[in-house]
């Protein structure tokens, strides 16, 4: 058990929906990450939050915005997306000011986008 | 950008076989871990070297981190079956941010057959 939940774990959405995935870390860190993992690409980051306040925003496309309540929860919203986003979002959490940096998964959500 | 090589990409071999999975950089990192990711969860953090030249063992995983921080081994004695599934690298560079910063490699598929 990994301390960190997300869900929903498969979500099939049309390109006009609006959905949201959650995530949420027990393990008391205070930063929390989303990546996508598409087939034969490496884990790309999409968001960093630090202390909740976003430092990261890797060129992401606006129909994706995360948001984070707190330490605890990040939410990654998604509107009007396209059948190339279809792919594995991998939440991850790390405790900040380590230098040994080690991020903990989540068992991702399975987007497939229709 | 900060690169990581990761090879071999797919390796499919016999219980009882020894194998190794290499990771390359021209870029020193400050820490390097191991993923272990199997299909529809998350990685799953299984070390982390910090030092170059650093050995750390894991039952039948071995793993060293090159001297100059810019390489990474992971070596498997004797595979079984429950070795099976897709390994990552992922080095961090912790100068200047109050976050770890990870950059992954592709990853290897390995499958070992009963």
């Known amino acids: 058990e990994t301390g960190v939940t997300q869900t929903p774990r498969h979500l099939v959405m049309g390109m006009t929906n609006k959905k949201s995935l959650k995530c949420e870390q027990h393990l008391g860190h205070n930063a929390m990450y989303w990546y996508k993992q598409s087939a034969k690409k490496p884990l790309e980051l999409m968001f960093v939050y630090s202390l909740e306040e976003r430092v990261e925003n890797n060129s992401v496309p606006s129909r994706f915005s995360p948001e984070c309540p707190n330490s605890s929860h990040l939410f990654l919203h998604l509107h009007t997306l396209q059948p190339e986003d279809s792919a594995l979002y991998l939440c991850?959490?790390?405790?900040?000011?380590?230098?040994?940096?080690?991020?903990?998964f989540g068992p991702g959500t399975r987007l497939t986008v229709t | 950008t900060q690169l990581l090589e990761q090879s071999p990409q797919f390796l499919s071999i016999q219980e009882g076989e020894n194998l190794t999975v290499y990771c390359n950089s021209s870029?020193?990192?400050?820490?390097l871990q191991w993923y272990r990711q199997e299909p529809g969860e998350g990685p799953v953090l299984l070390v982390t070297v910090v030092t170059g030249g650093e050995v750390k063992k894991l039952k039948r995983l071995t793993f060293q981190f090159g001297d100059a921080r810019k390489d990474s081994s992971l070596h498997i004695t004797a595979a079984q079956p429950g070795d099976t599934g897709l390994y990552l690298c992922?080095?961090?560079?912790?100068?200047?941010?109050?976050?770890?910063?990870?950059?992954f490699g592709q990853g290897t598929i390995l499958t070992v057959h009963p």
């Open positions: 992922a080095g961090a560079n912790a100068g200047g941010t109050s976050y770890g910063k990870l950059t």
């Open positions: 991850a959490s790390s405790q900040g000011g380590s230098f040994a940096a080690e991020q903990y």
């Open positions: 870029s020193v990192f400050s820490s």
